[in-house]
């Protein structure tokens, strides 16, 4: 599962965010994503696995978490069942307890994303035998657009595998040439 066309920004932290970095808007054609990755699936990009967070924990054990892994997203699930709820940017968190508008003592649930759910929102579903090409496409022009990653899922949307980023791509066709 990944971002829908809009993030659900939690209201209470609206404006308060630094804009999204520009994105590059050269043309992407099917031909050209397919010669750059060649036939390349999420799964080549040997991605380490996702580290999720339960919503009723403090950012302060959040933080530490991803500062042990070095992610700058965690993936956000209910602990109940594992379903996917959103995802914590990590970048955005610390703009946020530097400007105090939330704490460490916080929960995570005050400073994450939530995916938006009912009908008429739809997800591009990526997963490990997703080519490259729509992956890129996905965060250059669909909904990973803004955040700059993708969330890799099962193709049943179970289970949360990886997070995939533009880096991650751009380290890939690097290490091709």
Known sequence: MSLPEEDAIP??????LSPAPAVDSTPLTP??????????????????????VPPDRPIS??????????????????????????YLSIPRLKQLLQSR????????EK?????????????????????????EEFLTTGGGRESGFAVVTDAARKFVL??????????????RG
């Open 61 to 86: 054990e959040a933080l530490a978490m991803s500062y042990d892994r070095s992610y700058d997203q965690l993936t956000v699930i209910d602990p109940q069942n594992r379903s996917l709820l959103g």
């Open 111 to 135: 400073a994450m994303t939530r995916f938006r759910k009912g009908k008429g929102v739809r997800y591009t579903v990526i997963t490990p035998e997703t080519e490259l090409a729509e992956l």
């Open 162 to 175: 990886a997070v995939a980023t533009r880096e991650d791509l751009e380290n890939f066709a690097k290490r």
């Open 31 to 52: 031909q050209s994503l397919a010669a750059k990755y060649r036939g390349a699936v999420v799964s080549d990009l040997d991605l380490a696995p996702a580290l999720s």
């Open 101 to 108: 508008a939330l704490s460490e003592d916080d929960t995570v």
């Open 11 to 16: 209201p209470h932290l609206r404006g308060q």
